[in-house]
């Protein structure tokens, strides 16, 4: 990943490298409405990472470097914080007096996973619903920049998606997201955005949901056991880097 300017955030986002893996939740598309079986691949969930997904990842249990997650989709308020905070993010400026403790762990986290993914490459998923959400910004001076944030990272996940293999069809897509939909996976979630965004990252074969979201989405994956990838705060996600960072050194 190329560290994004200080002057806007959106101007160089990286263009991370395309090579991927087949991704379990292709079960779905197969009539499952559990959570996938994982493919033979050493890339791939194995059975002990997906009793990983939601349950144990509240009390951070440790990742093998193998299962990291690599292709992470970025819940909306993530693109808002990164936004925020790109200056700290990407060039080590202090945080404002003041700063919530919660969120400024999240902020060095991010950090910490821009500079490591200078060198892993990380795949940074959003969706046409981020954009939507972007959309409802009222202040117009924010809406301009943080809808050229959502367009650069936008063309940065299409250029992953247009050179995997392992995409889905339209079909299978559709089919993925209604069976996510209709099943009891998500349905403790009150909000539809919620929801359909959390498919959006099972479709798009993410291996992590990352979300700052405490009062809807944190505050109930416990109950999401069935979900099939992992949901963390950008602080749990580099957690899991943490131990295995020196790698990208």
């Known amino acids: 990943m190329k560290p994004i300017s200080r002057t806007s955030p959106s101007a160089s986002w990286p263009r991370a490298t395309a090579t991927r893996r087949k991704k379990p939740c292709a ?27 939601c349950s144990a990842m509240n009390g951070l249990a440790p990742m093998a470097f193998e299962d990291l997650p690599g292709r992470v989709f970025l819940d909306t308020n993530v693109v808002n914080l990164w936004l925020d905070f790109g200056e700290q993010i ?37 969706s046409p ?3 939507l959400e972007v959309s409802a910004t009222r202040s117009p001076q924010r809406y301009g920049k943080l809808s050229r944030w959502f367009w650069e990272v936008w063309h940065s996940w299409r ?15 559709e089919e993925m997201r ?27 074969g993410c291996d992590a949901f990352c979300t700052t979201d405490w009062s809807t989405i944190l505050r109930h994956r416990g109950t999401l056991t069935a979900y099939p990838i992992p949901i963390m705060t950008p602080t749990e996600w580099w957690a899991q880097i943490r131990p295995w960072s020196a790698i990208w050194a």
């Open 159 to 173: 250029e992953i998606l247009c050179a995997d293999p392992d995409v889905p069809t339209f079909c299978e897509a």
């Open 178 to 204: 209604l069976r996510l939909l209709s099943s009891p996976s998500i349905s403790n979630l009150q909000d539809p955005n919620d929801r359909v965004l959390l498919c959006d990252a099972a479709v798009y």
């Open 27 to 53: 079960a779905m598309a197969a009539g499952s409405t559990s959570a996938p079986r994982a493919s033979a691949s050493s890339s791939t969930r194995t059975g002990s990472t997906t009793r990983l997904c």
């Open 129 to 131: 619903l981020t954009f």
């Open 90 to 126: 990407h060039d080590g400026l202090p945080l404002p007096c003041g700063t919530d403790a919660r969120v400024a762990g999240d902020v060095e986290a991010l950090r910490q996973i821009a500079f490591t993914g200078q060198r892993a490459s990380w795949q940074l998923a959003v």
